[in-house]
Structures are given as structure tokens and as C-alpha cells.
């Protein structure tokens, strides 16, 4: 089981910035791969950023060059740097990663979500 917490979400006005935190229940080197997604209303949900236990990183195009996903370990928290935030940014920020169990495979874990909205 892994429980995940997100945090940092709020109101900004187009051009700021937010860092959102996700904490990890377990050491995030022991998780292969965390990722950020969000969900406007109306909309599906979708990958904003990952990065994996060996730091490789990837980018939806949206965001390349605005946003940074990092980790610390000692910490077991991912964050996502947003910077010149736009209007369409705006939505349910979401933490998840993936666990292997040999009796249910791979099962996917999501945090709560913490909004974030730009104003324009």
C-alpha cells in the first residue's frame, strides 16, 4: 500500500508560480516511477510530468519549459515547479505512482488532489 499527499495548490494570477509537494507514505526509491496529473472539469485527466527512481524525466508538451518535476529522497516527496502559469493550467493537480504486488500486479495509487487556479 501507498498513501499519497498532495500540497501547494491555490490561486495565482497568470505569470506566477506554485510548487506542489506530493508525500509519499514509503521511500520513493523504492517506487519506479511518479507522475503529476490534473483534471479540469469537463475533462479527462491527464499526465502533466513523471519522473522515474533513476531521475529521468518526462514532460507533457503544455508544460515543457514552465515546469520542473523533481524528488528528494530523504524527504520522500516529488514536487512540481510551475512557473508563468497560464489560465488553461488551471485544475485538480494529482499525485500518483504505481506499486507491484505478486498477488494483484501492478496497482495504481492517487493522491487527493489539490487545485490550483490561475486567474487571468
Known amino acids: 500500500q501507498v498513501q499519497l499527499v498532495e500540497s501547494g495548490g491555490g490561486l495565482v494570477q497568470a505569470g506566477g508560480s506554485l510548487r506542489l509537494s506530493c508525500a509519499a507514505s514509503r521511500s520513493i526509491s523504492s517506487l519506479d516511477v511518479m507522475g503529476w496529473y490534473r483534471q479540469a472539469p469537463g475533462k479527462q485527466r491527464e499526465l502533466v510530468a513523471t519522473i522515474t527512481s533513476g531521475g529521468s524525466t518526462n514532460y507533457a508538451d503544455s508544460v515543457k519549459g514552465r515546469f520542473t518535476i523533481s524528488r528528494d529522497n530523504a524527504k520522500n516527496t516529488v514536487y512540481l515547479q510551475m512557473n508563468s502559469l497560464k489560465p488553461e493550467d488551471t485544475g485538480v493537480y494529482y499525485c500518483?505512482?504505481?506499486?507491484?504486488?505478486?498477488?494483484?500486479?501492478?496497482?495504481?495509487?492517487w493522491g487527493q488532489g489539490t487545485q490550483v487556479t490561475v486567474s487571468s
Open positions: 500518483k505512482t504505481r506499486w507491484y504486488t505478486y498477488s494483484a500486479g501492478w496497482i495504481d495509487y
